[in-house]
T-cell receptor
Framework: GAVVSQHPSRVICKSGTSVKIECRSL??????MFWYRQFPKQSLMLMAT?????????EQGVEKDKFLINHASLTLSTLTVTSAHPEDSSFYIC????????????FGPGTRLTVT | KQEVTQIPAALSVPEGENLVLNCSFT??????LQWFRQDPGKGLTSLLL?????REQTSGRLNASLDKSSGRSTLYIAASQPGDSATYLC????????????FGSGTQLTVLP
């Protein structure tokens, strides 16, 4: 149980285009989903926290107009990188949390974004 | 703000050796601490979750401990195997942080056959 999927697993796009990444909780309802990015040889940095039906909360330094997050249902959150640039190339990972007490998060397999 | 540090950054051991990975955190008001494994180019696999009321958790050859007073957690791996080679990340959730995980920078483990 507690499986999280991401789609696509890899995407290459041209500079200036937009890319949408999906995060789905397959066998549970996620009250909260999180989006992280990871640069090579570095750890995960939280980008934003999203709760179903409400606006995402972005971490300091993350542009909300560039990284659009939609959490339309309890099983789906999307991250859209708008007008992507080469410096947006990174590994994007989502996680989903069950319930409100345990705090345990289940992570997706990640999406490798390369902007050329 | 919670800060999480992992030492060493990289570790190489021969197969069969027992080893300890270290994680320290600055905010003792930690809600829980989680250890993950990450293989190259892959997502995270949760290994162990320790709630703030617990001192340790065990799963197979893995044992994780949590000492809130000293701000430390350790991951003990017994009888290491080449398949254990990966990057190990610890992450903590501070009380009142809306369940946001703060990650350490990881320890890259290589188990030599």
């Amino acid at each position: 149980g507690a499986v999280v999927s991401q789609h696509p697993s890899r995407v290459i796009c041209k500079s200036g285009t937009s890319v949408k990444i999906e995060c789905r909780s397959l066998d549970f309802q996620a009250t909260t989903m999180f989006w992280y990015r990871q640069f090579p040889k570095q750890s995960l940095m939280l980008m934003a926290t999203s709760n179903e039906g409400s606006k995402a909360t972005y971490e300091q330094g993350v542009e909300k107009d560039k990284f659009l997050i939609n959490h339309a249902s309890l099983t789906l959150s999307t991250l859209t990188v708008t007008s992507a640039h080469p410096e947006d190339s990174s590994f994007y990972i989502c996680s989903a949390a069950i319930g409100r007490q345990s705090g345990e998060q289940y992570f997706g397999p990640g999406t490798r974004l390369t902007v050329t | 703000k919670q800060e999480v540090t992992q030492i060493p950054a990289a570790l190489s051991v021969p197969e069969g050796e027992n080893l300890v990975l270290n994680c320290s955190f600055t905010d003792s008001a930690i809600y829980n601490l989680q250890w993950f494994r990450q293989d190259p180019g892959k997502g995270l696999t949760s290994l162990l979750l320790i709630q703030s009321s617990q001192r340790e958790q065990t799963s197979g050859r893995l044992n994780a401990s949590l000492d809130k007073s000293s701000g430390r957690s350790t991951l003990y791996i017994a009888a290491s195997q080449p398949g254990d080679s990966a990057t190990y990340l610890c992450a903590g959730i501070s009380s009142g942080s809306a369940r946001q995980l703060t990650f350490g920078s990881g320890t890259q483990l290589t188990v030599l056959p």
